[in-house]
C-alpha cells in the first residue's frame, strides 16, 4: 500500500526559509572544526514531523583533522533507515577533502551540511587579483522505489553573504511514480549537475576543478568567503520494489566450516530453504540464485571520497599581484622594440 504523498514535506517551504535567511535545521546543533561546520539532521519512520539532531547523536563517529573533520551516522528502524557521510578539511597530512551524502530507506528525512568559511585580507599595500580554486567530486540525486520522494543538492560560494556561484537541483518523484527535475543554478557551479544527465534512476554530475576569480582587491580589503554543500534526501518509498539478485551455495563440502546460512558475501542471509547441506566449500555447480528485496531508498551527495577514479584539486585561496598599468605599457613598448629589431635584422639579411 503506498503512503499518501500529503506526507512529503514541500520543497518549497524549504527553499523558501533559505531565501528568508531563516535556518534550515533549527533542531540541530553543528559541530565547528577549524574553517569547517558541520551539521546534520534526520527523521526515521516519516518524511516530515520532529527531527534529531544527528550531530550529537550517540551513533555518529566523527574524526577529527588539524582543519576539519569527518562525520558517519548509519541508524534504522526495521526497514527505515537513514545514512550520513559529511566531511570537510584542509589537512597538512591527509590534503583537502570536502563533500556531503544524505541517504535514507523506507520513510525517513535526511539533510546535512558541510561550510567552509574564511576571511581573507588583502594585507599589501597594492590591489591584487584574488583566485578561489576547489574541486568537486561527483554528485548524485537518485530515487529508487514506489512512493514519494525528494533529492536536492546545494553547492554554493557566498560573498560576504551573497551568492556569486550556486548549483542547486531537485529530484521529484511523486506517489504515482512521476519524476521531474529542476534546477537554480548561478556563474561559476551551474554547469555542475544537468537534469539531462541521466543514468538509470539516478542524475549525475561529473568531477571537476573550478577556479572562481574575484577580480582586483584592494589593498587593505577584507572580505569572507563561504563555500556550502547541503544535501536533502526524504520520501515515503515502500518495500519491495528495489530487487537485487545474488549467487548463493545450495549445496556445501565439508572442510571449510562455513556452515548454514552463510549468506552471499554481501550481508544478507542465506533463504533457510536453501542453507540445510553440510558445513564446508559449495559443490562445484550448485551455486544458485535468490532474490533479496530492499525498501525505496533516495540518495543526494556530492564529493564522496570512496571514489577513487578521479582527483579533486585541494581547497586554495591566493592574491596575486598584478603589473601596474604603467608597468604594462612599458612592457607593450619592449615587445614592440623587440618587433622592429627582429625586421631589421631580416632586413639586413635580404
Known sequence: MQNPPSRIKPIVLSLGMACLGLPLMASAAPAIYGNFTL????IIGASSGPKQDGMSDAATSIYPY????????????????????TYGYDDTHYGSSFGARASG?????????????????????????FTFTFGVQEGELGINGIGAAVAELLLRIRINGVDVARDQTTLVQDAFGARSCTSSDLGLLADYMDCGSVYGNSVIAAGRNYTLDLGLIAAG??????????????????????????????????????????????????????????????????????????????????????????????????????????????????????????????????
Open 39 to 42: 551539521d546534520a539532521e534526520y
Open 66 to 85: 588539524s582543519n576539519g573533520g569527518d562525520m558517519y551516522l548509519w541508524k534504522s528502524v526495521g526497514s527505515n533507515g537513514v545514512f550520513f557521510h
Open 105 to 129: 530507506d523506507g520513510s525517513f528525512f535526511t539533510s546535512t551540511s558541510v561550510n567552509y568559511n574564511a576571511a581573507y585580507t588583502n594585507t599589501s599595500s597594492v590591489a591584487q587579483n
Open 221 to 350: 580589503e577584507s572580505f569572507t568567503l563561504d563555500y556550502d554543500i547541503v544535501s536533502t534526501a526524504y520520501g515515503d518509498l515502500s518495500e519491495g520494489e528495489t530487487t537485487y539478485n545474488h549467487y548463493v551455495c545450495d549445496e556445501w563440502e565439508d572442510g571449510y566450516g562455513y556452515g548454514d546460512g552463510y549468506g552471499d558475501g554481501y550481508g544478507h542471509p542465506m533463504p533457510t530453504a536453501m542453507a540445510m547441506e553440510t558445513p564446508g566449500g559449495c559443490v562445484s555447480g550448485h551455486y544458485e540464485t535468490y532474490t533479496y528485496t530492499a525498501p525505496g531508498n533516495a540518495i543526494a551527495r556530492s564529493g564522496d571520497p570512496i571514489n577513487t577514479y578521479w582527483a579533486p584539486a585541494g581547497i586554495s585561496a591566493t592574491f596575486a599581484s598584478v603589473p601596474e598599468p604603467s608597468s604594462i605599457a612599458l612592457l607593450g613598448l619592449a615587445f614592440a622594440g623587440l618587433s622592429v629589431t627582429g625586421r631589421r635584422k631580416l632586413r639586413g639579411r635580404a
